[in-house]
């Protein structure tokens, strides 16, 4: 079965440093992996996804990870903390191929943003 | 359009009332799905309904009915609940190329139950 183990339920920055959300996966087939931000009362928004292909790869408000196989990882990273990036981020693994909308999520990482 | 468009987006109900949850997104997605979220949790898959069709049921009770009218639409009914059914409901969706994973989901319904 595959799961998803997000390092550091709460993760505090000050604003312009480095970001890094860590999350490990297991998974006995290659894995879809996912980052999803969810604001204060709102609903869940894609980061940024790997399927296949580039290992590191981009996504939206400035945001990154990168897949490596052989730590089993899909940590996210910012260079530059903004106060807006305060959220929950969730790590999600994608359960077998043809998707059955089984998203096994991580358990989330709170990220404060210190002015 | 890009949106899931989830009403009422809260709700508070006793635990004898009939209500309903409604979902709909227009972008052609044949994939609809129900998530219910406790505070400080991940999403917790409750239905998965493929091509108007229940695929999974992940033994959710039967207090939560979920409907499927169109390919757009996506109704949770909910009936005789507890107070730990408080929570966020979020509806989500995708295309019809299944296989990347990735889910576009709606702001959520926020159930209170007295």
């Known amino acids: 079965a595959q799961s998803v183990t997000q390092l550091g339920s709460h993760v505090s920055v000050s604003e312009g440093a480095l970001v890094l959300l860590r999350c490990n996966y297991s998974?006995?087939?290659?894995?879809?992996l996912f980052w999803y931000v969810q604001y204060p009362n709102q609903g869940l928004q894609l980061l940024l996804k790997?399927?296949?292909?580039?290992?590191l790869v981009k996504g939206i408000n400035g945001f990154e990870a990168e897949f490596k196989k052989s730590e089993t990882s899909f940590h996210l990273t910012k260079p530059s903390a903004h106060m807006s990036d305060a959220a929950e981020y969730f790590c999600?693994?994608?359960?077998?191929?043809?998707?059955?909308?089984?998203?096994?999520f991580g358990q989330g990482t709170t990220l404060q943003v210190k002015p | 359009d890009t949106e899931v468009t989830q009403t009422p987006k809260h709700l508070v109900m006793g635990m004898t009332n009939k209500k309903s949850l409604k979902c709909e997104q227009h972008?052609?997605?044949?994939?609809m799905y129900w998530y219910k979220q406790k505070a400080k949790k991940p999403p917790e898959l409750m239905f998965v309904?493929?091509?108007?069709?229940?695929?999974i049921n992940e033994s959710v009770p039967s207090r939560f009915s979920p409907e499927c009218p169109n390919s757009s639409l996506l109704n949770l009914h909910l009936h005789a609940l507890q107070p730990e059914d408080s929570a966020l409901y979020l509806c989500?969706?995708?295309?019809?190329?299944?296989?990347?994973?990735?889910?576009?989901f709606g702001e959520g319904s926020r159930l209170t139950v007295l």
């Open positions: 999600a693994v994608s359960e077998g191929s043809g998707n059955t909308g089984k998203l096994i």
């Open positions: 989500a969706s995708s295309p019809p190329d299944l296989n990347t994973g990735e889910l576009f």
């Open positions: 972008m052609g997605h044949r994939a």
């Open positions: 790997y399927t296949t292909g580039a290992t």
């Open positions: 998974s006995s087939v290659p894995p879809y």
């Open positions: 309904y493929s091509y108007e069709k229940l695929s």
